[in-house]
């Protein structure tokens, strides 16, 4: 193991699995139901947004007349059928995970909310390579915010400088650096991360087919 990198912290949506469009789908039928139109301004709206964060924003942007704990509950429902079935892999994902897991220790920092997280490491049959699982329905503000990030380490018992991020997203790679994490960014190429940000991502790979586990002995 590196002496520099102890652990590995792990997005989920856009960077294991494609489920960027589920959540679009999902949240464009949901809204759709009372007359309102669910566009690309709103879709950059929340990405990065804990389950409080989004639902308020459909609740106030679309005057839906429902409380944000029932907003959530619909949409989460929808993306649990989705995912049930169909669960968008992305190339690499599973490989980089198990390479991984056998040289450090591995958790998950994502704006699902937990009951997706597990569901889907479940699907992918590696929820015993991670120790932990965080979302950022646990902390008080979404990515960018750094939040999400430093529960993650605080979990895995690593300090922040000492760990790894994968991202893919203009959120999510903020709030990595904005933790102390280095991060190694996979763009998501429907939901590119924006440029500026990008540049200050340790390394940037096309997919993670394309991750070779041990440049992580060099840091």
């Known amino acids: 193991m590196s002496q520099g990198v102890r652990g590995v912290v792990f997005d989920l949506d856009g960077l294991l699995v494609e489920?960027?469009?589920?959540?679009?789908?999902?949240?464009?039928?949901?809204?759709?139901?009372?007359?309102?139109?669910?566009?690309?301004?709103?879709?950059?709206?929340?990405?990065?947004?804990?389950?409080?964060?989004?639902?308020?924003?459909?609740?106030?942007?679309?005057?839906?007349?429902?409380?944000?704990?029932?907003?959530?509950?619909?949409?989460?429902?929808?993306?649990?059928?989705?995912?049930?079935?169909?669960?968008?892999?992305?190339?690499?994902?599973?490989?980089?995970?198990?390479?991984?897991?056998?040289?450090?220790?591995?958790?998950?920092?994502?704006?699902?909310?937990?009951?997706?997280?597990?569901?889907v490491l479940a699907e992918m049959g590696v929820a015993e390579c991670f120790q932990s699982i965080t979302s950022s329905d646990e902390v008080a503000h979404g990515k960018p915010a750094p939040d999400v990030y430093l529960l993650a380490c605080e979990r895995l018992?690593?300090?922040?400088?000492?760990?790894?991020?994968?991202?893919?997203?203009?959120?999510?790679?903020?709030?990595?650096?904005?933790a102390g994490l280095r991060v190694i960014a996979v763009p998501n190429r429907s939901y590119p991360p924006d440029p500026d940000v990008l540049r200050r991502a340790d390394l940037t790979l096309p997919s993670l087919e394309e991750f070779d586990p041990a440049v992580l002995e060099q840091w």
């Open 19 to 119: 489920s960027e469009e589920y959540w679009e789908q999902a949240r464009r039928e949901f809204v759709s139901r009372y007359g309102g139109t669910w566009g690309d301004d709103a879709q950059q709206a929340v990405m990065g947004a804990n389950t409080r964060q989004w639902s308020r924003y459909i609740r106030e942007a679309f005057d839906i007349p429902l409380t944000e704990e029932e907003i959530a509950a619909a949409v989460i429902a929808r993306m649990q059928e989705l995912y049930h079935d169909h669960l968008p892999l992305l190339p690499g994902a599973i490989p980089a995970v198990r390479a991984l897991a056998d040289r450090y220790p591995l958790a998950v920092a994502s704006s699902s909310p937990p009951v997706l997280i597990q569901f």
């Open 157 to 178: 018992g690593v300090a922040p400088e000492q760990a790894v991020a994968f991202e893919d997203s203009t959120a999510g790679i903020a709030a990595a650096l904005a």
